[in-house]
């Protein structure tokens, strides 16, 4: 988001340029896994989801514990990717119909980055995860969700935090307060934090 044109008083700088990014497959994949199984990976890691998932049955043969083990590095990696400048010309170039297959994966991998599916395949992802993702889409559409603009709204503590570096927030569909710098320009943080005034302007100070 970015102010439409200067105008005197405004407190937003015109220049200033934030992107929220709430809709990252990757992540929310993970966070699904993490929940859907049980799995208690260790380190700062975000709370639970708003959206409950139903307990899924892993395979008898489900390594379990090598995810467990294995998803805060997955998970680092992913959010990490989140919270980079986007290149749009790489979309565009996406949609041309004579783009050699090839360099159509390596610009795929571009947007998306590092995902589950890379390290532990997709048995996890089962079809309780496509019901669960449905639904959390239909509730993000919803009108309400975006009468509010949190950014504008705490704009005396994020034109401190876009200098300091600040491009991108990563906002995970997460109960709770929590939030964490990522990275030289991104912060994550749950949507409870980014809804409530008061708990998002002191983690976009907490960034700089």
Do not use: K
Request: hydrophobic share 40%; proline share 12%.
């Amino acid at each position: 988001m970015q102010s439409m044109e200067p105008m005197p008083g405004n407190p937003w700088p015109h220049e200033m340029v934030i992107t929220v990014e709430d809709g990252a497959r990757p992540l929310l994949d993970l966070l699904w896994i993490r929940e859907a199984y049980g799995l208690q990976p260790e380190g700062d890691l975000p709370p639970l989801l708003l959206a409950t998932p139903t307990p899924a049955r892993p395979a008898p043969d489900a390594p379990l514990a090598a995810w467990a083990h294995g998803w805060p590095e997955v998970w680092r990696a992913a959010l990490g990717h989140a919270a980079l400048p986007r290149d749009p010309q790489t979309i565009q170039r996406l949609s041309t119909p004579t783009l050699d297959p090839a360099l159509r994966s390596t610009l795929l991998d571009e947007l998306f980055g590092p995902t589950w599916q890379d390290s532990f395949g997709d048995d996890a992802l089962t079809p309780d995860h496509e019901v669960w993702d449905t639904a959390r889409a239909h509730e993000r559409m919803a009108p309400d969700r975006h009468r509010s603009s949190p950014e504008h709204d705490c704009v005396d503590a994020l034109v401190p935090a876009w200098r300091a570096g600040l491009t991108t927030i990563v906002e995970l569909p997460c109960s709770g307060v929590w939030s964490q710098r990522v990275g030289d320009h991104g912060l994550a943080v749950t949507t409870e934090t980014r809804m409530d005034r008061t708990a998002y302007a002191d983690a976009l100070r907490s960034f700089s």
